[in-house]
Structures are given as C-alpha cells and as structure tokens.
C-alpha cells in the first residue's frame, strides 16, 4: 500500500529519531556468517525462551486480571505466544539477512501496529501482559546470545518495544489527516527525532532528584531501570502527540492512563515520580516549540499532570 506524503514525512521523522538513537549506543557490526549463527541459536530458543517469558510476566503482574476486573478470555497465552514468536522470527530473519536496525525499525511498524490493535480493541489494559511478554522474550533471547552481539541485536529488541508501547499507527494515521505545513506536524517534525534525547535527559534529571529510589526492577540508576524508564518517557511523548493530533485525550484517557494504573502500582513506581517526570517533560518540549506550536501540547500536559496528581491519588503519594 502507497504512505501519502505527509504520513511518509511522519515515518522519516521517527527514521531520524531511531537513528539518532542507534548512532549514540553504536557498537561492533557484525558479517553475515556470524549473524546467521546468532540467529539460527536463538531461533531454537525462541519458543523455550517464550514460555519462560509467559510465567515471569503471570507471575508479575496476573493478580491484576482479578483486582482490575478484566475478562480473562482476553488474555489468550496461546494466542500471544504465537505473536510473539511470529514476530521474533521474522526479526531474527531480518538481523540475519543484514537488514539495518533502522529500517527494520519502519518495517516492522505495520505488523506490530495490527497486533498492538488486535488487543486494545478488546480492552488496552490487556496490552500490558502482551507489551511485557514481548519484553521479557527479548531480554530472555538477549541472555542467549554472547555478550559482544548483544548491543548490535538490541536495537532491533528496542524496535519491537518501541512499537508496542508507544502508539505510533494511531499517531501515523493521525497525521495523515493534517496539511504537510499544519502548525501539529511542524512541530511533530520537531520534536519526534529529539524523543529519546528528550527522555534521557528528563530521566537523568528524575534521578538526581530521587537518587536512592527503588523500583520493583532495581534501583533507578541501574542500567535495566534507567532503559524502561526512558522508554516510558518516550510513551508519555507518543501519546502527546497522539492527542494533539487527535485534538483530544482519549487516547490517554483508555490506553495510557489505565496501563499505568494497573502497571505502575505493580513495579512500584510511585505517582509523584510520574508527575515529577511530566514537569520535565513540560520544560523540554515547551523550551523546543514556538509558542503557537506549544500551545496544544501545553494544555495536553496539564490535564496529564492533573491526572497523575495527588488530587487523584491522595493515598499513594509520599516515599515510605
């Protein structure tokens, strides 16, 4: 199918950002006879790797089913552990064909984006078990391999994280609706390579200002912590832009929102944490944009915050 202007202009830019991304964690590139071997080892893992992935995250996070009233039926192990699979196949096969992390990045992005819809249609809560059984089979595979192909192989691991916790066909489809010139995709265009600059910086920031915080993972400042802590920066972005462009909150209101109601408890990641980290957010973006251009996303921010706020949650704020 042909991407209009405006959309591919959409894709580019999350090009450049993912790219930006890979060049400042780049390390050893790897033949093809050595891909190849890499791959094949962890093809013969991969459904071993995803059973295991499936009992760490029912372990973690199944009571919730019961507490948060979701139908069960929604939750098919089977079902999922075929996505999975299917999905990490055809990654191995692209890493072994040589196929840049990059472009697999964009590749990859209709395949995940129909997955990624098949759940939050029947319920968006439900995409928690399935964005972190995929996480956890990656990190799973990534302990199966050699430890000097892990960097090279992560990226494409990141890829299928980025696609699945950030709403990016939503965003996609979005933009396609708007002008090339819009004053939201001038922006966009904007912000969406500086993303992970962004929450790297606003990370490292919530860690100088909360240095001995523990999360269910570990402390904040180690290396698993601080890697899904910028990841979830990053989706408080994707779905900025997802209400901009939408001109409403409902995307937070029945995706973002419920997942970090049900997730964050679990991982014990504290409220006043998440608005902390939104205050930054509304430093960095707003320090970006021209003040016609920071509007909308100005007041998206603010019923974020009041979202997440103690006014919402006045018995779970404060640090034990």
């Known amino acids: 199918m042909p991407v209009d202007t405006k959309t591919q202009?959409?894709?580019?830019?999350?090009?450049?950002?993912?790219?930006?991304?890979i060049n400042r964690e780049a390390g050893p590139r790897f033949m093809g006879d050595e891909r190849k071997a890499v791959a094949e080892t962890l093809h013969q893992?991969?459904?071993?790797?995803?059973?295991?992935?499936?009992?760490?995250?029912?372990?973690?996070?199944?009571?919730?089913?019961?507490?948060?009233q979701i139908n069960a039926d929604y939750i098919d192990p089977w079902s999922i552990s075929q996505d999975v699979c299917q999905v990490y196949d055809l990654t191995l096969q692209q890493y072994a064909k040589g196929i840049q992390a990059e472009r697999f990045a964009v590749d990859i992005a209709r395949q995940i984006g129909r997955i990624r819809h098949g759940y939050t249609a029947q319920d968006p809560r439900v995409l928690g078990f399935v964005s972190m059984q995929f996480h956890y089979t990656g990190q799973l595979l990534l302990g199966c391999t050699p430890p000097h192909y892990q960097p090279d192989l992560e990226r494409y691991f990141k890829a299928i994280d980025d696609h699945?916790?950030?709403?990016?066909?939503?965003?996609?489809?979005a933009a396609a609706t708007y002008a090339y010139h819009a004053l939201e995709l001038k922006a966009l265009r904007r912000l969406i390579p500086a993303s992970s600059a962004i929450a790297y910086?606003?990370?490292?920031?919530?860690?100088?200002?909360?240095?001995?915080?523990?999360?269910?993972s570990g402390p904040l400042d180690s290396a698993l912590v601080q890697a899904s802590s910028v990841r979830d920066v990053e989706?408080?972005?994707?779905?900025?832009?997802?209400c901009v462009l939408e001109g409403n909150a409902i995307a937070v209101q029945q995706e973002l929102f419920p997942?970090?109601?049900?997730?964050?408890p679990v991982l014990n990641v504290r409220w006043e944490l998440v608005n902390y980290m939104l205050l930054l957010l509304e430093h960095e973006l707003g320090r970006r944009l021209e003040p016609s251009q920071w509007k909308p996303f100005k007041s998206h921010l603010e019923a974020?915050?009041?979202?997440?706020?103690?006014?919402v949650f006045p018995n779970q704020y404060g640090f034990a």
């Open 9 to 21: 202009a959409f894709y580019q830019a999350w090009a450049q950002r993912y790219g930006d991304s």
């Open 45 to 68: 893992a991969l459904r071993r790797v995803s059973a295991e992935a499936w009992v760490k995250t029912e372990a973690l996070i199944a009571k919730e089913v019961v507490r948060h």
């Open 164 to 173: 699945l916790y950030l709403p990016l066909q939503r965003a996609y489809t």
């Open 201 to 216: 910086k606003v990370v490292t920031q919530v860690l100088t200002a909360f240095p001995h915080y523990h999360s269910w």
């Open 235 to 242: 989706m408080f972005q994707a779905y900025l832009w997802v």
């Open 259 to 264: 997942l970090c109601v049900m997730l964050y």
């Open 304 to 311: 974020l915050k009041g979202m997440f706020s103690a006014t």
